[in-house]
């Protein structure tokens, strides 16, 4: 959510309403209305069309927008370009003529303001309206848990995101809301699926310490902050989050499940199993635990040199998932390694189900560093080299 304190309308004191073109700032209630139907806004995103709106017409500095939004810590350009590409999307600026972008210098807010008369602007409050999105929210927030505890694909993390983001905007003191947010967008890591990983792990991160400012023995909380610290490569943090989040609620498999992986990452597989019994005996056992369980397993065997126990667990994963594409990555590199021809299989399979990469993006998004973990994941990098992977 980017910083998920409320939004400052302090830009706009004195200027309840105003509206340009199809779109409407409501600074009493702190939105944006576009075609008379609220748009959901990040705050970070909702402080930016905020002070541009102050400086309406001015050419302002990124330096100036990235001081005035983000005075407390150093973030990258990226963090500016996404709540810019973010806020036309939503004022629905496609050619770029209300944010307007002047090469190497900054932004400038193009758009006419007039003052918007209340009554005859003011939206529907029919409970049936919606705000506008690309696609369908999930309905309801438990629905939105369910999508991410089973590992929804892509358009299904990204709707429970939205229900996230709604739930955010209607109670900005649900740490629950914020943590499912914070843990969407890792989801989105985890997969791959994400094009600006950078930008979605700070998201993550300031939703997770939003969380647990609001609600210290928020277990989601914490274990959506831990996984920040674990794709972030620092596994001792990630690994107290993890303990802190089980300590509160003891019944978070998927908790157990990553403290599993920091001992991989860590090189020391052969701890990996006990963190997978953990995480089968703390709760009821659903297709998507055991998928993801069995998984794990395969490559703690491999790490260990047990490629055939490993490819026991990994064809043992896709029975209980088979639209997900890493088991079959792993079993294109066991088949290469061994002279199996199934490797072309697998790994048209993984490509299919995962297309776009290389050799070379697979080991850019290693987090460890550690010399036992990276000797042992080599053989896994020449497997697929062995069945085909470009570089």
């Given at each position: 959510?980017?910083?998920?304190?409320?939004?400052?309308?302090?830009?706009?004191?004195?200027?309840?309403r105003l509206?340009f073109g199809?779109c409407?700032?409501?600074?009493?209630?702190?939105?944006?209305?576009r075609?008379g139907?609220?748009v959901?806004?990040?705050p970070?995103?909702?402080?930016?069309?905020?002070?541009?709106?102050?400086?309406?017409?001015?050419?302002i500095?990124r330096?100036?927008?990235?001081?005035?939004?983000?005075?407390?810590?150093?973030?990258?350009?990226?963090s500016?370009?996404?709540?810019?590409?973010e806020?036309?999307?939503?004022l629905?600026?496609?050619?770029?003529?209300?944010?307007?972008?002047?090469?190497?210098?900054?932004y400038r807010?193009d758009?006419?303001?007039?003052?918007?008369?209340?009554?005859?602007?003011?939206?529907?409050t029919?409970?049936?309206?919606?705000?506008?999105a690309?696609?369908?929210?999930?309905?309801?927030?438990?629905?939105?848990?369910?999508?991410?505890?089973?590992?929804a694909?892509?358009a299904?993390?990204?709707?429970?995101r939205?229900?996230f983001?709604?739930e955010?905007?209607?109670?900005?003191t649900?740490?629950?809301a914020?943590?499912g947010?914070?843990?969407s967008?890792?989801?989105?890591?985890?997969?791959?699926?994400?094009?600006?990983?950078?930008?979605?792990?700070?998201?993550?991160?300031?939703?997770?310490d939003?969380?647990?400012?609001?609600?210290?023995?928020?277990?989601l909380?914490?274990?959506?902050?831990?996984?920040?610290?674990?794709?972030?490569?620092?596994?001792?943090?990630a690994?107290?989050?993890?303990?802190?989040?089980l300590a509160?609620?003891?019944s978070?498999?998927h908790?157990?499940l990553?403290?599993?992986?920091i001992?991989l990452e860590?090189?020391?597989?052969?701890?990996?199993?006990q963190?997978?019994?953990?995480?089968l005996?703390?709760?009821?056992?659903?297709?998507?635990?055991?998928?993801?369980?069995?998984?794990?397993?395969?490559?703690a065997?491999?790490?260990?040199?047990?490629d055939?126990d490993?490819?026991?667990?990994?064809?043992?994963?896709?029975?209980?998932?088979p639209?997900?594409?890493?088991?079959h990555?792993?079993?294109?590199a066991?088949?290469?390694l061994?002279?199996?021809?199934?490797c072309e299989?697998?790994?048209?399979?993984?490509?299919?189900?995962a297309?776009?990469?290389?050799?070379?993006?697979l080991?850019?998004?290693?987090r460890?560093?550690?010399p036992?973990?990276?000797?042992?994941?080599?053989?896994?990098?020449e497997?697929?080299?062995?069945?085909?992977?470009?570089?």
């Amino acid at each position: 959510m980017g910083d998920c304190a409320a939004p400052d309308t302090g830009a706009l004191q004195g200027r309840s309403r105003l509206k340009f073109g199809d779109c409407l700032i409501d600074v009493a209630r702190g939105s944006l209305l576009r075609q008379g139907r609220e748009v959901h806004l990040r705050p970070k995103t909702w402080q930016l069309l905020a002070y541009l709106v102050q400086h309406q017409s001015r050419l302002i500095a990124r330096d100036e927008l990235v001081a005035a939004l983000w005075s407390d810590r150093v973030v990258s350009d990226d963090s500016l370009v996404q709540c810019v590409v973010e806020l036309r999307q939503a004022l629905g600026d496609h050619d770029k003529d209300i944010v307007r972008t002047v090469a190497r210098r900054g932004y400038r807010f193009d758009a006419i303001l007039v003052p918007a008369e209340e009554a005859s602007e003011r939206p529907s409050t029919n409970a049936d309206a919606q705000p506008l999105a690309v696609g369908d929210c999930a309905p309801t927030l438990a629905d939105a848990w369910t999508l991410l505890r089973r590992l929804a694909d892509r358009a299904g993390i990204a709707a429970a995101r939205r229900r996230f983001e709604r739930e955010h905007q209607l109670d900005d003191t649900s740490a629950d809301a914020l943590s499912g947010l914070a843990l969407s967008h890792v989801i989105d890591v985890l997969h791959r699926w994400s094009a600006t990983p950078r930008w979605q792990i700070e998201l993550a991160r300031e939703a997770a310490d939003q969380a647990i400012s609001l609600d210290q023995r928020n277990a989601l909380a914490h274990h959506a902050r831990a996984h920040v610290a674990m794709l972030e490569g620092c596994h001792f943090e990630a690994r107290a989050g993890f303990r802190r989040a089980l300590a509160l609620n003891p019944s978070l498999a998927h908790a157990h499940l990553r403290l599993g992986i920091i001992e991989l990452e860590l090189g020391r597989a052969e701890h990996t199993a006990q963190h997978i019994r953990a995480a089968l005996g703390c709760t009821t056992r659903t297709p998507a635990l055991e998928g993801q369980c069995a998984f794990v397993a395969g490559m703690a065997a491999f790490h260990m040199g047990r490629d055939d126990d490993a490819a026991l667990c990994l064809h043992r994963s896709i029975e209980f998932n088979p639209s997900g594409g890493f088991a079959h990555q792993w079993l294109a590199a066991i088949d290469a390694l061994q002279g199996s021809d199934e490797c072309e299989v697998h790994l048209l399979a993984f490509c299919r189900r995962a297309p776009g990469h290389t050799l070379e993006s697979l080991k850019s998004t290693e987090r460890s560093w550690q010399p036992v973990f990276l000797s042992q994941r080599e053989r896994f990098y020449e497997g697929l080299r062995l069945a085909g992977l470009l570089r």
